[in-house]
């Protein structure tokens, strides 16, 4: 059984153009899949559509099943719990998402307390243990910095250790290394493979960087407009795409001795 599976989504917020056209792509077990395009493309608020965060209405067309039942017959306190326990998602800028008046720490803890982790030692320890997978050094001044004491990047990867925090079994990846240097993208990368060696984690990879997305995805979906304009495996479009637009966003990738650098080993 498919963990996702979109049928035919289609969204607009004004009523008369469309964001997302027409999209279906299933997601199996271990999965990770890319989906590349540009900005504006929808694939930011395609994951907003699987996560339940846009406004009731928008969806004109098209079901959206999370473990083989419709998000549309789940009740509120049940899509409440699905987040965090079983999907989780890395947004893009964490920092838009954190109270810039709470503390680290106390916005860390609310969020696992809310999905069952009890007492405050076990808590703080699963934040320190997940901070530092993801190479922030000094836990105890992160947990009790407020976020606009932190860099950019530094919000961006507590963003990371939350959302793994959990081993949910579909994760949502927005744009997860455009914040952080080449290093440092290079771990996040690594800690999301590991979620799905060791605890068979699905992902779904929203990035412009057609280099990333080939480095980890099993397949590949590339968005223009709203509209899903190539998906199959990660190897096919990379060797052969089928349009010229996919073309462009390959061209764009840089090469190094003639050999486009995308991440796979030969």
């Not at 680290?104 to 307390?113: D, M, N, P, R």
């Not at 703080?124 to 530092?132: H, N």
């Not at 990867?157 to 455009?178: F, H, N, Q, W």
């Not at 990035?207 to 223009?224: E, P, Y």
């Amino acid at each position: 059984m498919a963990i996702l599976e979109l049928k035919h989504i289609s969204l607009t917020y004004d009523g008369i153009r469309n964001i997302l056209d027409d999209i279906s792509f299933s997601v199996q077990s271990g999965e990770i899949i890319g989906i590349v395009g540009e900005s504006g493309s929808g694939k930011s608020t395609l994951l907003h559509v699987i996560l339940g965060l846009i406004p009731d209405g928008s969806v004109t067309k098209g079901e959206c099943f999370l473990f083989g039942r419709s998000a549309s017959e789940r009740k509120r306190r049940e899509l409440k719990k699905l987040r965090g326990e079983e999907v989780a998602m890395i947004f893009q800028d964490t920092g838009r998402y954190m109270n810039p008046i709470s503390r680290v720490g106390a916005q860390y803890k609310e969020y696992l307390t809310a999905h069952g982790y009890r007492g405050r030692k076990k808590c703080i320890e699963k934040e320190k243990e997940m901070l530092s997978r993801v190479h922030l050094k000094d836990t105890e001044r992160i947990l009790h910095a407020y976020p606009f004491e932190l860099s950019g990047g530094m919000r961006q990867r507590v963003g990371i250790a939350m959302a793994m925090s959990l081993k949910p079994k579909l994760l949502l990846a927005d744009e997860p290394t455009s914040a952080l240097d080449v290093t440092m993208q290079a771990q996040v990368v690594y800690e999301m493979m590991e979620l799905r060696r060791k605890y068979g984690t699905s992902i779904i990879l929203v990035t412009h960087n057609i280099g990333v997305a080939a480095c980890m995805s099993d397949k590949l979906g590339i968005m223009q407009n709203g509209k899903l304009v190539e998906w199959g495996n990660t190897g096919d479009i990379i060797s052969s795409p089928q349009t010229e637009y996919t073309r462009t966003l390959l061209d764009s990738v840089i090469e190094i001795d003639d050999e486009r650098m995308t991440g796979k080993n030969e």
